[in-house]
C-alpha cells in the first residue's frame, strides 16, 4: 500500500536512479495530482480536502525534488547512507577550487553581455559534464559515498550560475 | 426564498441536482459574475441588460449606498465619498498607496496597520467596500437562478500577494459568499480560451486592467493548466495611462490647475474619455470644466503613445521577466491571450505584436473573459461536470520567507512554486539561555527585509534553556491551494509548538469579520438567526450530499460496523435538518459526521492514488 511515508521514487513508480525521463516525470505528477488535488474535492467537505492537501503537498514535494538533477542526486545519496551534510562539509579538491576562482574573477571583471554568455556556456558545460559523472557514480558505480563530493560541486556551479545570471539580468 | 431539497433518509438525492456556482471577476474599474447555462459559460446582466458593473461605491448621507453606475454617475459630485478603484487598496497600508495626494479620498490608517478611507458613514475598508460590490454581483446571481449560491470562483491578479488575497476572500466571507476558490485572472482567461479554443502549447496572457499589470506563461496539456511563471506589476494599469494623458493636457496649460477633488475626478474622466476616443480616432480633444479655469486640449494619438511610452516598457520588461523565469524564449510562445479593456489601446497590441513577433489573440471580449473562465472552473469544483478533465496547477507568485540576523531574509519558499507546498528550514538560537524566538514572516524577492512585505509577526515561547546555537527549531511555511499561507514554528527537542494563520496585518480577525457580518445585516434578531439556521442547513445539506456520494463511490472499503455507524451518523443529521431550530446545535450535528468520515476519507485518498498509480502502469506497459 502507498503511503504518505514512501519515498519519491516509489510515490512516482520510477526507478531508483540517478537518470530518470523528464517526460515520465511530468505525466506521473500530472496523473497523481489529477487524484489528489484539493479541488478535486471541493464539495467533500473539511476532511476530504485536508487530507488531499497534504497528498498533493507532498506529491509536489517529490516532484520538485524528482525532477532537479541536484537535488535527486542529495536525496539518492542520502537514501542510500551517504547524507550530503553540505553545512558542514566544505571540503573540495583543490583543482576545483581554483577554477572556482578565476570563474568568480572572470565574474567581476566582465561587463559586456557577450562574454558573460560566453561565461555561462563555459559553466553549464561543466554543469553537464558534473551530472554526467554523477550519473555514473551513482547507477554505475553504485558508489554513494563517492556521489557526495560531485553533488557538493555541483551546489557550488548552481550558485555560480545563479550569480551570472543575477549580473546578466542587470546588464540586458 | 427557494426551499432546499430534502431527501428521505437512506435515499440518494437526484444525482443530477445542479449546485449553482458563480464565477467573479472582481475588477478594479469593474466587476462581472458569470456562470455555466446549458453548458456554455456566458455573464449574467443586470435588470437593464448590462453586464459590466462598475467597481464604484458611493456611501450616502444615512445607511444609503449607490453601488455601480449609479455611483459613477455621482463621482464627479460626490467625489470624497465615491470610492473607485478601491481593488488598489486591498491588503495595503498608508505608506503603500504612493499616490494618494492625485486621489480625492481621505485616507485614515486603522489598527493591524490596514488603510481606511473616510465617508460620510465613517471609516470604511477596501474590504467593507469590495464586500458591497460583491454583494450585488452575489444578489444578481440569486436573482437570476432564483436560487442560493453553492459557491463562487473570484479570481485576483497573478501578482497579488498573501495580504491581498487574504483581504479578497475576507470580502468574500462579509458578502456571504461560499469561495470555491481564489484563482488568478489570467489562469482564468487561458481557461476561457483553452476549452473554447481546445488548444494545446506555451501561451502568455497579456492582462492590463484598469489598475494592475499580469503577465502570466502557462502551459496546456490534456486539460492540465500549468503556471510556468507569472510576472507584472500590481500598481500598473489603464488608471496611469488616463493619469499620464491628464497631466499631459495639464502642462500644455500650465495656468490651470487641478485643486480640488471635483477637478481631479473631472480631470481624469475627461482623460479616460479622451484615452478610449483615441483607440479609433487619430486626434481628440480633452475637455474639463476645472475649478480654476476651462481645459481644452488637442491631443494626438501619437501624442498619447509619447505620454504613455514608459508605462508600456515598464509592460514589455515585465515580460521579458516571466519569460526568463519560465526558461523560455518568446520563440516558444505559441500564442498571446489578451485581457482586460486597457489592451484595447492600439500602442499596447502593437508592442505586444512587436515583442513576439505575431498578432496577439483577442477574439473574446477581454473585459468578460476572465469571468469566463472563473465561471467554467466554478462549475468544475461545484462537481456539475464529473467527466471534466480540468486540473488547474497553480503556483506562488512572490518568494516567502522569514527575517534573519541583520535584517535579512531567509527565503523558505521561491517564487513560482508549484501550490499547494509545505517546505521547511530549521534555525537556532543567537543567545545562551534564550526561551523566546520572534518570527517574522515576509514576502518578496528582495534580500532586505526592509524592502519585502511584512505579513506577520509571532513568537515561539517556552524553548528549554539552552547554550546559543543548541536548539532546533523547524520552521514550515504551507501554502494552500488559494496561494494562503500558514506558519509553524516547533522546537525539535522539547517540542514546544506554535502557529499562524497568516492574517497578514493588513487583514482581518474572524472576530472583526463577525462583527462586520453583524453590521452588515442589521435586521431583526430574528432575521439573524433565520439567516444562521438556513446557512447552517445549506452546509448539512451539503455534508449529507458529499458522504452519500462518498459512499456510492468507495462504500465497500468500509468494514459492517464502520458503514453501520456513519449511517447512523447520517440518519441523525437527516433528522436534524428537518427538526432542528438551533443554528449551533445543527452545526454540531455535521461536524460529527465530518469527523466521524475522517478516517473513511483517508482510506478512499489512499486508494486514488492506487489508482492513478495502477493507471499509469498500463499506460507504460
Known amino acids: 500500500m502507498i503511503s504518505l511515508q514512501a519515498n519519491d521514487f516509489e510515490l512516482f513508480d520510477v526507478p531508483v536512479q540517478y537518470a530518470q525521463d523528464r517526460a515520465q516525470l511530468d505525466a506521473r505528477w500530472k496523473a497523481l495530482q489529477r487524484e489528489a488535488h484539493p479541488d478535486r474535492f471541493a464539495a467533500e467537505g473539511a476532511a476530504a480536502q485536508r487530507i488531499a492537501m497534504q497528498w498533493s503537498v507532498r506529491i509536489n514535494e517529490a516532484y520538485q525534488r524528482l525532477k532537479d538533477p541536484l537535488k535527486r542526486a542529495a536525496y539518492l545519496c542520502e537514501l542510500q547512507g551517504a547524507p550530503v551534510q553540505a553545512e558542514n562539509n566544505t571540503a573540495m579538491p583543490a583543482a576545483f577550487l581554483m577554477q572556482q576562482m578565476e570563474w568568480r574573477e572572470s565574474l567581476e571583471d566582465t561587463n559586456s553581455a557577450q562574454s558573460l554568455e560566453a561565461l555561462a556556456d563555459e559553466v553549464a558545460a561543466e554543469q553537464r559534464r558534473v551530472q554526467q559523472t554523477l550519473g555514473d557514480l551513482l547507477d554505475v558505480a553504485k558508489d554513494p559515498a563517492q556521489a557526495v563530493g560531485q553533488v557538493r560541486a555541483l551546489m557550488f556551479i548552481e550558485r555560480f550560475t545563479q550569480e551570472v545570471n543575477a549580473k546578466l539580468d542587470r546588464l540586458t | ?621
Open chain 2, 1 to 621: 426564498m427557494a426551499l432546499l431539497q430534502i431527501s428521505e433518509p437512506g435515499q440518494s438525492p437526484d444525482p443530477h441536482q445542479r449546485r449553482i456556482a458563480v464565477g467573479i471577476d472582481l475588477g478594479t474599474t469593474h466587476s462581472l459574475v458569470a456562470s455555466v447555462r446549458n453548458g456554455v459559460a456566458e455573464c449574467l446582466p443586470d435588470d437593464d441588460g448590462r453586464v459590466i458593473l462598475p467597481s464604484v461605491v458611493r456611501f450616502m448621507p444615512g445607511q444609503g449606498r449607490q453601488i455601480g453606475f449609479d455611483a459613477v454617475q455621482s463621482a464627479a459630485s460626490d467625489p470624497v465619498n465615491t470610492i473607485a478603484s478601491v481593488k488598489r487598496f486591498m491588503g495595503r497600508g498608508l505608506q503603500d498607496i504612493a499616490d494618494r495626494s492625485k486621489l480625492p479620498y481621505e485616507f485614515t490608517a486603522s489598527d493591524q496597520g490596514m488603510l481606511s478611507i473616510q465617508t460620510v458613514q465613517g471609516p470604511k475598508s477596501p474590504v467593507e467596500v469590495s464586500a458591497e460590490i460583491l454583494a450585488t454581483l452575489r444578489y444578481r446571481a440569486e436573482d437570476t437562478f432564483n436560487d442560493d449560491l453553492y459557491g463562487a470562483v473570484i479570481t485576483v491578479p497573478a501578482y497579488f500577494d498573501d495580504a491581498q488575497r487574504q483581504a479578497t476572500k475576507d470580502a468574500a466571507q462579509l458578502a456571504g459568499l461560499n469561495v470555491l476558490r481564489l484563482i488568478n485572472e489570467p489562469t482564468a482567461a487561458a481557461i476561457a480560451y483553452g476549452l473554447d479554443n481546445a488548444s494545446e502549447g506555451v501561451y502568455a496572457v497579456f492582462d492590463l486592467g484598469g489598475g494592475t499589470f499580469d503577465i502570466s506563461i502557462l502551459r496546456l496539456t490534456q486539460g492540465v493548466f500549468e503556471v510556468l511563471s507569472t510576472g507584472g506589476d500590481s500598481a500598473l494599469g489603464g488608471d496611469d495611462y488616463d493619469q499620464a494623458l491628464a497631466d499631459a493636457a495639464m502642462a500644455r496649460q500650465p495656468a490651470l490647475q487641478a485643486a480640488t477633488a471635483e477637478d481631479k475626478t473631472v480631470l481624469k474622466a475627461a482623460a479616460r474619455a479622451a484615452k478610449e476616443a483615441l483607440t479609433n480616432a487619430d486626434a481628440v480633444t480633452l475637455h474639463a470644466a476645472l475649478s480654476t479655469g476651462s481645459l481644452s486640449v488637442q491631443i494626438s494619438r501619437a501624442d498619447f503613445e509619447q505620454a504613455t511610452q514608459a508605462l508600456t516598457a515598464r509592460c514589455i520588461t515585465a515580460v521579458r521577466k516571466a519569460l526568463r523565469d519560465a526558461q523560455l524564449g518568446k520563440d516558444d510562445v505559441q500564442g498571446v491571450v489578451m485581457v482586460g479593456g486597457s489592451t484595447r489601446m492600439p500602442q499596447i497590441q502593437q508592442a505586444v505584436a512587436d515583442f513576439f513577433g505575431q498578432a496577439p489573440l483577442n477574439n473574446l471580449n477581454p473585459d468578460e473573459v476572465v469571468a469566463l473562465g472563473a465561471a467554467i472552473q466554478a462549475n468544475q469544483l461545484a462537481g456539475n461536470n464529473a467527466a471534466g478533465e480540468l486540473l488547474l496547477l497553480d503556483v506562488i507568485p512572490l518568494s516567502l520567507g522569514i527575517e534573519t540576523m541583520g535584517g535579512l531574509v531567509e527565503r523558505i519558499i521561491p517564487r513560482n512554486q508549484t501550490i499547494p507546498t509545505a517546505m521547511a528550514q530549521d534555525f537556532t538560537t543567537y543567545q545562551d539561555g534564550q526561551t523566546a524566538l520572534a518570527l517574522h514572516v515576509v514576502q518578496g524577492e528582495r534580500d532586505l527585509v526592509q524592502d519585502c512585505r511584512s505579513l506577520a509577526r509571532f513568537e515561539l515561547r517556552g524553548i528549554p534553556p539552552m547554550a546559543a546555537g543548541a536548539a532546533r527549531i523547524r520552521v514550515t511555511f504551507t501554502v494552500d491551494a488559494d496561494g494562503l499561507l500558514s506558519v509553524g514554528a516547533k522546537e525539535q527537542i522539547s517540542g514546544v509548538e506554535a502557529r499562524i494563520d497568516v492574517k497578514p496585518s493588513y487583514g482581518l480577525s474572524d472576530d472583526q469579520i463577525a462583527t462586520m457580518l453583524q453590521e452588515t445585516f442589521t435586521t431583526a434578531q430574528a432575521d439573524m438567526k433565520a439567516r444562521a439556521l438556513v446557512e447552517a442547513r445549506v452546509d448539512a445539506d451539503r455534508m449529507l450530499l458529499a458522504t452519500r456520494s462518498a459512499l456510492a463511490a468507495d462504500g465497500q472499503l468500509l468494514s459492517d460496523a464502520e458503514r453501520a455507524r456513519i449511517d447512523a451518523l447520517m440518519a441523525t443529521l437527516q433528522a436534524a435538518i428537518q427538526t432542528e431550530q438551533d443554528a449551533k446545535a445543527l452545526e454540531d450535528c455535521t461536524q460529527a459526521l465530518a469527523k466521524g468520515t475522517e478516517a473513511f476519507a483517508a482510506e478512499r485518498m489512499n486508494h486514488s492514488i492506487q489508482k492513478a498509480l495502477a493507471g499509469q502502469n498500463i499506460q507504460s506497459m
